[in-house]
């Protein structure tokens, strides 16, 4: 599936660099970032503000002397808050920062007659002015419930930092309080009011006003994201599924991954010509696309350089997952970024594949030892289903799921049964002689999407806890023999990571450094089912398909590894509400495109 692909002009284009962070405001937002820590220290320690670094902390924003704590702590709480939306060129952290800066500088000047402290005030607005078409990236997409994970982890932060502001007095400090009365004392001051601990002097005015001035920012700031507009999470719309069935239409058998495009919680760019698209979705800052491009060969690097420009627009870190061999070359050739290989994917020409011989010795005789317990299966496309049926199946899905989290994005529809599906492909397995159970004989569930008109791509499996061991290799085994009377002749399996890394390494002759890489990856999947995928797929004894990630600079690579894992579903960073709470999209539930571990541990 490789070959030299033209631009849209038909010629050799140059290589165009992506978006890269621009000095000015990464500058910027470090200096911010500094500042504001500067500010919280001076308003929070006395020894602070009369140590060595006094002469340079008064002249900061927010240093304003001894009553002006409370200034200090919130100028250094909104300028860290700030300084990663400065890092990114967002514009509503500039005009934040530009209003920020010279209310600290007439602070400076009315309360503390400091002309220092303004002029340098006055020194950091100046360039933000100066460079303001530096900052012009758009918000990311957003709902409400930041609002209450704002809530949340500012008052928690408040908290802790409220102790320290209350226990950095003890020589004012009147007896001993203690920490329950420490802490009451910061919730009332959070609240403006006073709390069971006394200081000598001015000092219990200088807590009453810090924690009150955290307890504001805290509600300010939750307001504001409570009652700003909703930026909605990235969905399909029908006019944009409709256009994307028709490129899969037409160019569908170049991409296994390419139905998975229509995830409806992944959003979409069009090329000019609307022969050629790419799927994404943002999570932390970074446009994650899946796969190569739909549609058109021709037409990709016009949809390529209208995702780089979006991802410029709104300052988010480009990144593809999951691409193959081609798409890793146009990405790289349109756009300057980097292809890493990520895994190999397994794929079975139904052709060649045959139970008989040594190699499927094993495979063979589980699925004989399963059929002969009373198991039997059924492969059928989704539209022969009926909608009793359909649903008995889509809510054992969801039943045996056997973790809380949705998992897939890459490599998983999400769905199950909807009607614009119909050519998807169902296997299950089935045990009459018992007692039927709450989804009847049902016992596991394979479904397929498909790959253009000639191939499926493994979407989720699925099984009663309750059944045998084996029931995923009876189900493949199953699509594969009944593949040709449906017209199928290849079969996508599972997506294995470093795959061809496990398979050197366990080699005579493998080098120190192959084999060390190799014994981490044996470690991780401890956790992450990497050796134990690998060897599952290696059964059906498949042709292995490169993939590759796609990435701007070595740098970002955590970054852009966090943020899928994030969409997989195997990190969540979100607050942990209870589950009738949870939104949950009927249009995006995506589902594991691996085996289930116990399952691969049986097998």
């Known amino acids: 599936m490789s070959g030299e692909v033209p631009s849209r002009s038909g010629r050799a284009r140059r290589i165009v660099r992506g978006p890269r962070p621009e000095a000015v405001p990464a500058l910027v937002g470090r200096a911010c970032a500094v500042v504001g820590a500067l500010d919280i220290a001076a308003g929070v320690f006395p020894r602070f503000r009369h140590s060595r670094m006094h002469a340079m902390a008064e002249v900061l924003p927010g240093s ?72 012009k990236a758009l918000p990311d997409p957003r709902s409400r419930w930041r609002a209450l994970a704002n809530f949340v982890l500012m008052s928690a932060g408040s908290l802790a930092l409220g102790l320290v502001i209350v226990s950095a007095h003890p020589k004012r400090t009147i007896g001993d309080p203690s920490l329950a009365d420490r802490l009451t004392h910061v919730i009332y001051g959070l ?140 990405w790289t050739r349109e756009t300057g970024l980097d292809a890493l290989e990520l895994g190999d994917e397994a794929v079975v020409d139904v052709a060649d594949f045959s139970l008989a011989g040594r190699a499927m010795r094993n495979v063979r005789q589980m699925v004989k030892r399963i059929e002969r317990a009373g198991y039997e299966t059924r492969v059928r496309r989704i539209r022969d289903l009926g909608e009793a049926e359909l649903d008995r199946i889509r809510r054992a899905a969801e039943d045996w799921r ?14 199950i049964g909807d009607p614009n599906d119909g050519d998807c492909l169902i296997a299950t397995a089935h045990k009459t002689d018992e007692l039927p159970g709450p989804y009847g004989d049902l016992k596991a569930i394979l479904h397929f999407v498909p790959w253009g008109t000639d191939g499926v791509s493994l979407d989720l499996m699925r099984r009663d806890r309750a059944a045998d061991p084996g029931m995923n290799e009876l189900l493949i085994v199953a699509a594969l023999q009944a593949s040709p009377k449906l017209g199928i002749t290849r079969i996508s399996l599972n997506f294995a990571m470093f795959r061809s890394a496990l398979a050197r390494g366990e080699k005579i002759g493998a080098g120190p450094v192959l084999r060390a890489w190799r014994g981490l990856l044996v470690f ?8 134990s995928l690998y060897k599952f797929n290696a059964k059906f004894q498949p042709r292995w398909e490169p993939r590759f990630v796609v990435y701007r600079a070595s740098g970002d690579l955590p970054r852009i590894g966090l943020a899928a894992m994030q969409a997989e579903g195997f990190v969540n960073l979100a607050l942990p509400l209870p589950r009738f709470l949870r939104r949950t999209s009927p249009a995006a539930r995506p589902c594991p495109h691996q085996v289930a571990e116990h399952e691969v541990r049986a097998a």
């Open 64 to 135: 304003l002397g001894p009553f002006a704590a409370a200034l200090s702590l919130s100028a250094g709480v909104l300028l860290l808050l700030l300084a990663h939306g400065l890092k990114r060129r967002k514009r509503r952290a500039w005009r934040a920062a530009v209003a920020l800066l010279p209310a600290g500088a007439i602070s400076q000047f009315v309360y503390r007659h400091s002309l220092i402290g303004a002029l340098i005030s006055l020194a950091l607005f100046v360039p933000l002015v100066i460079h303001r078409d530096e900052f």
């Open 191 to 330: 609240f403006g009011f006073e709390g069971p601990v006394d200081y000598e002097g001015s000092t219990s005015w200088t807590v009453a006003f810090s924690l009150g001035a955290l307890g504001l920012i805290t509600a300010v700031t939750t307001i504001y994201l409570a009652f700003r507009p909703e930026h909605p999470a990235a969905h399909l719309t029908e006019e944009d599924e409709t256009r994307l069935r028709a490129l899969l239409e037409k160019h569908g058998a170049r991409d296994s991954l390419g139905h998975f495009a229509l995830r409806r919680d992944k959003a979409v760019v069009f090329s000019p010509s609307g022969k050629a698209a790419v799927t994404y979705r943002v999570v932390s800052g970074v446009m994650l696309a899946s796969g190569d491009p739909i549609g058109d060969v021709e037409a990709w690097p016009g949809a390529i350089e209208r995702f780089m420009d979006e991802a410029k627009a709104h300052s988010w870190t480009p990144a593809v997952m999951g691409c193959s061999e081609t798409g890793g070359e146009v």
């Open 524 to 531: 991780l999947s401890r956790w992450f089912q990497i050796e």
């Open 402 to 415: 056997g973790t809380d989290t949705e998992r897939g994005f890459s490599m998983a529809l999400g769905r």
